[in-house]
């Protein structure tokens, strides 16, 4: 399937807005939920699970700019590469992870439109690429942050 730019950044929005609303009024307890799965083996709060989510939409933005893989993530594996997320973001704050999650969205959308035509026609793609916009999003929404708010 070849996608257009413009349903790629409808999808994108589709998934931020549905991502944003259960997370946006969130008390502390909540964001501090421990989910009852894991990508790894560090224990995930519903903030862990926005963080991680909100890295590898950063992460699209980066790879569709053509730009490098920044050193410190070269070369780890996914395991790795979430711990580092983890690391990185779980002693923050909940509404430094949710001003971060609303700005790489603003970032996302503006490489979307930045990028040239064929990045999104170029090639035959799955229905759901780019998987970390979109489905990636929706599966930690849903199986993670979701069911950990329903405790």
Do not use: C
């Amino acid at each position: 399937m070849r996608h257009t730019r413009e349903e790629v950044i409808q999808r994108t929005i589709q998934e931020f807005e549905l991502l944003d609303h259960l997370v946006a009024n969130l008390a502390d307890d909540e964001w501090h939920q421990l989910l009852s799965r894991s990508e790894s083996k560090d224990p995930w709060t519903v903030k862990d699970a926005l963080a991680h989510i909100t890295h590898w939409k950063a992460d699209v933005a980066r790879s569709a700019r053509r730009q490098p893989v920044p050193t410190e993530e070269r070369g780890l594996n996914i395991n790795q590469g979430n711990h580092l997320v983890y690391e990185r973001w779980h002693s923050r704050s909940p509404q430094e992870v949710l001003a971060w999650h609303r700005q790489v969205h603003e970032d996302v959308l503006a490489a979307l439109q930045e990028v040239p035509e064929k990045w999104f026609s170029g090639k035959e793609r799955g229905p759901d690429w780019p998987g970390d916009l979109v489905g990636h999003s929706a599966a930690h929404r849903l199986k993670d942050i979701a069911a950990a708010l329903k405790k």
